[in-house]
Nanobody, 126 residues
Framework: VQLQASGGGLVQAGGSLRLSCVAS????????MAWFRQAPGKEREFVAAIAWSGVTTYLADSMKGRFTISRDNAKNAVYLQMNSLKPEDTAVYYCASDSRSFSTVGITSTRLYDYWGQGTQVTVSS
């Protein structure tokens, strides 16, 4: 199984980025997919998750209204559209997969996810 994240980069505050994560080696359309992030010296933090159908999503409160998660099962891809970026959004962003049926119970815990991508760096300058 491989999750390949991309799309990170350097952006000014207020700007936008779109992250992508392409999966291989798993039945992608059956998995809940999520994004986490980790800033230097901090624990990995939940960002957003999306059910297999793409209809149901769940975002961390601090990302609501700025970030959107989506997926394309035909392309085995999950996306994170990030708008109105702030310097505190600077982190390495990771995609992850969860073989359970979508549930908000425990969804923010890293322990429930089966596979992880390698991460993509997002840096927001002030």
């Amino acid at each position: 199984v491989q999750l390949q994240a991309s799309g990170g980069g350097l952006v000014q505050a207020g700007g936008s980025l779109r992250l992508s994560c392409v999966a291989s080696g798993l039945a992608f359309s059956r998995y809940t997919m999520a994004w986490f992030r980790q800033a230097p010296g901090k624990e990995r933090e939940f960002v957003a998750a999306i059910a297999w159908s793409g209809v149901t999503t769940y975002l961390a409160d601090s990302m609501k209204g700025r970030f959107t998660i989506s997926r394309d099962n035909a392309k085995n891809a999950v996306y994170l559209q990030m708008n109105s970026l702030k310097p505190e959004d600077t982190a390495v962003y990771y995609c992850a997969s969860d073989s359970r049926s979508f549930s908000t119970v425990g969804i923010t815990s890293t322990r429930l996810y089966d596979y992880w991508g390698q991460g993509t760096q997002v840096t927001v300058s002030s």
